[in-house]
């Protein structure tokens, strides 16, 4: 089973609303953190915004924010108010299973969310 | 400014050939990782290493090794190029904090002919 699930290999929005990119992860550990990355058609990796799995709030980081849904086992980026600039590929990541005694910094990546912002 | 470099950016070589890409950090960091991205695939860990001397297979280890010997360099090695490599390679460096981000270097095309 993917561990990562980005549904959406595509989407579209028009500039100036919201746009949300879903993602939904899979893990039986009680410690982990979710990241969303955006990758311009320059190819560079752009960090976003984190959300760990005790934070009892929803991350925010500007017009970024972060829907995280425990129970569900979701963390969708929510981006208010879209610019021309935010059309990227967009990757949902996650990191699990550290506890005392042990970390783990890997991350595993969902296969990413083409987002078109049009005029 | 610390940052993290990959060279080359781009590369072509060809099947059976061995290949070194290099990947250095001025953050100190202990905490290293090689991924590769194929289209419809993300971004899939190779390997990973959490200070030096120490090296560990990520998911699509087959093909590839890493040595670090330290701290600011991890370079990524391919044995015997093979078509199936061919990728955009990515660096990344981490702090020891498990709420950081992974920085991540600008990446490597590599065409294997």
């Known amino acids: 089973a993917q561990k990562i699930t980005q549904t959406q290999p595509g989407m579209f929005v028009q500039e100036k609303e919201a746009v949300t990119l879903d993602c939904t992860y899979d893990t039986s550990d009680q410690s982990y953190g979710l990241f969303w990355y955006k990758q311009p058609s320059s190819g560079e990796m752009i960090f976003l915004i984190y959300?760990?799995?005790?934070?009892?709030q929803n991350a925010t980081e500007g017009r970024y924010s972060l829907n995280f849904q425990k129970a569900r086992k979701s963390a969708n980026l929510v981006i208010s108010a879209s610019q021309l600039g935010d059309s990227a590929m967009y990757f949902c990541?996650?990191?699990?299973?550290?506890?005392?005694?042990?970390?783990?910094?890997?991350?595993?990546f969902g296969k990413g969310t083409l987002l078109t912002v049009n005029p | 400014d610390a940052e993290i470099t990959q060279s080359p950016r781009h590369k072509i070589t060809e099947t059976g050939r061995q290949v070194t890409l290099a990947c250095h950090q001025t953050w100190n960091h202990n905490n290293m990782f090689w991924y590769r991205q194929d289209l419809g695939h993300g971004l899939r860990l190779i390997h990973y290493?959490?200070?030096?001397?120490?090296?560990n297979k990520g998911e699509v280890s087959d093909g590839y090794s890493v040595s670090r010997s330290n701290t600011e360099d991890l370079p990524l090695t391919l044995e015997s190029a093979a078509s199936s490599q061919t990728s955009v390679y990515f660096c990344?460096?981490?702090?020891?904090?498990?709420?950081?981000?992974?920085?991540f270097g600008p990446g490597t095309r590599l065409t294997v002919l």
């Open positions: 990541a996650m990191r699990e299973g550290w506890n005392s005694g042990g970390s783990n910094y890997k991350l595993t």
């Open positions: 959300q760990g799995s005790y934070d009892e």
């Open positions: 990344a460096s981490q702090p020891d904090s498990t709420y950081n981000e992974q920085f």
């Open positions: 290493s959490y200070g030096v001397q120490d090296t």
